[in-house]
């Protein structure tokens, strides 16, 4: 079907004006296809399709689990136990709280998969302590909330997932995993350098060393937790499990570290965390239900195709494409949340970079990193709203905390834009 200009713009425009509207993003994804879906004369029932067709994956079951094992460890004290096996590794350097706390969100992200989950639970631990040795609130609150954002590409991370099932199933989910996992890295140590430089600049103070008897009990009790990321990608290397019996297995043993070895909760609190763990799974389930009606969409009218001639008729300089993807990337992400807009975007944009030679593993981490950066990017970053709110400071002293960090994480997505080993030395030595 030939791209109807009245029918893109009721699917496009009647979006934008829902969620100006402040329509929840579900229901405005829903509302605008099925509205384009009349105009053009398709059957309705067609659409109702599409929702239940983009649930009617078995790959989507790892979400679930995921978000349980997520729930159920920042609740349970995993947090505070990677803070301390983080203050091991640089806690008595200067300006080691900083560091600490982009060394113990690496640790998280690795677990929750989330940057607001970790924002919250490394937050609530870390704010206090940096306060109390004399770091500005407003710094203190920026290396929480970029860190937060790193840690969203340490696998495994359902953003990962989401991604792999947007892409229409031709992507490995154990291979995005693994293409995370160096530039997941490699902005950690960025944003320690920063850390490092600050530090010197502004006279930050030493952190306290652990005592070398805590030592080893402080070891012991991060490593359980440290076990969940390492039990799934072993898991999935080799090939005892797939990606969605490995998340079956973290929730398994986020249960039992939680509640049978660290028992800080009570086991009368899982019924709380299962309650908070279907409320997010619904959002995300409805979101991906619409996302697929959308998607179908706009495959019908043709827009993908239309945005890839659209660009390359700007320039046919990959360069130059790359970069102008990556720019309405950060637009976007400063106005939207990350999982509707992985939805979103990756069909829109996955045949614009694959016809310009980029893989779309490398494609996936780049389109994290943007989002994740758009994440602590206002007007809309929710991030950077929980770690203010976490702070006690208002959005724009916040946002003073977080300058100084843009740059590591814009000079760590240039490397993995035009860098590709950087994503795909992993995947490729691991055979995806």
């Excluded at 239900?289 to 046919?316: F, H, K, N, Q």
Aim: aromatic share 6%; hydrophobic share 55%; net charge positive.
């Amino acid at each position: 079907m030939s791209i109807d200009p009245v029918a893109v713009s009721i699917l496009f425009g009647g979006f934008v004006v829902l969620l100006l509207l402040r329509v929840p993003i579900a229901l405005a994804l829903a509302a605008s296809s099925v509205s384009a879906a009349l105009w053009l004369g398709l059957p309705l029932p067609v659409i109702g399709q599409k929702l239940i067709q983009a649930l009617n994956s078995f790959p989507l079951l790892a979400i679930p689990f995921f978000i349980l094992a997520g729930e159920v460890m920042s609740s349970g004290g995993v947090a505070r136990r990677l803070i301390d096996l983080a203050n091991v590794i640089v806690g008595h350097f200067r300006g080691g709280l900083a560091m600490l706390n982009v060394v113990a969100s690496t640790f998280f992200g690795g677990i929750s998969g989330s940057a607001v989950a970790d924002t919250s639970s490394v937050g609530s631990v870390m704010l206090p302590m940096m306060r109390k040795q004399g770091y500005p609130t407003h710094y203190s609150v920026g290396v929480t909330v970029s860190s937060a954002a790193q840690g969203v590409l340490i696998p495994p991370s359902h953003n990962m997932i989401i991604f792999a099932l947007a892409a229409g199933g031709g992507v490995s989910i154990g291979g995005v995993f693994m293409a995370g996992l160096l530039p997941g890295i490699a902005v950690g140590v960025l944003l320690l350098i920063i850390c490092a430089l600050l530090a010197q600049r502004h006279g930050h103070p030493k952190g306290e060393r652990i005592s070398a008897a805590e030592v080893p009990r402080v070891i012991w009790q991060g490593s359980l937790g440290l076990l969940t990321p390492i039990i799934v990608i072993g898991g999935i290397l080799s090939g005892v499990f797939t990606a969605t019996e490995s998340a079956a297995v973290a929730c398994v043993w986020a249960i039992v570290i939680t509640f049978g070895v660290y028992r800080e909760v009570p086991l009368r609190a899982l019924p709380g965390m299962l309650r908070r763990s279907m409320s997010t799974l619904s959002t995300v389930l409805f979101l991906i239900a619409a996302a697929g009606a959308y998607g179908y969409l706009l495959t019908v009218m043709g827009v993908p195709e239309a945005l890839t001639r659209a660009i390359l008729s700007v320039s046919d300089n990959t360069a130059v494409v790359l970069l102008l993807c990556n720019v309405l990337l950060l637009a976007l992400g400063a106005v939207m949340d990350m999982a509707p807009l992985i939805l979103i975007t990756t069909p829109i944009l996955l045949p614009v970079v694959t016809s310009v030679g980029m893989d779309p593993m490398q494609f996936g981490v780049m389109l994290i990193l943007n989002l994740a950066i758009g994440l602590i990017t206002p007007p809309v970053g929710s991030v950077l709203f929980v770690g203010s709110a976490l702070g006690g400071i208002r959005v724009e002293r916040a946002v003073k905390g977080v300058l100084p960090f843009y740059v590591p994480l814009l000079i760590a997505l240039l490397l993995i834009t035009f860098v590709p080993q950087i994503s795909l030395f992993v995947p490729r030595m691991l055979g995806f």
